[in-house]
């Protein structure tokens, strides 16, 4: 059974830190590329981050802000997210994308995604 399990969302003040988890069991970790998703109330579900074997890529609205980390070893992947803000408050989602090299932004091309993690930041 393939799991993705998210971790270590919660309240934060705005200028905080948060570092979410995502825990990925069922397919071969080293296969695939990881990324991070959000999606505010009332809006559609946002690319955040990826990484793969040879690259990482943010968007523009957490560039500088947020890092993604892999823990191969332990088919963990990371988001440590600092100078939070308020428009940062969403559920974020992790996924898998098959191939090891693919690290997009199309959620489409992501097949497998976790239960979502709540992160609300407040001003």
Not at 92 to 104: H, K, L, T, V
């Amino acid at each position: 059974e393939v799991q993705l399990v998210e971790s270590g969302g919660g309240l934060v003040q705005a200028g905080g830190s948060l570092r979410l988890s995502c825990a990925v069991s069922g397919f071969t970790f080293d296969d695939y590329s990881m990324g991070w998703f959000r999606q505010a109330p009332g809006k559609e579900r946002e690319w955040v981050s990826c990484i793969s074997v040879s690259s990482s890529n943010y968007a523009d609205s957490v560039k500088g802000r947020f890092t993604i980390s892999s823990d191969n070893a332990k088919n963990t992947v990371h988001l440590q997210m600092n100078s939070l803000k308020p428009e940062d408050t969403a559920v974020y989602y992790c996924a898998a994308e098959r191939g090891p090299y693919s690290c997009g932004s199309y959620y489409y091309a992501y097949e497998y995604w976790g239960q979502g993690a709540q992160v609300t930041v407040s001003s």
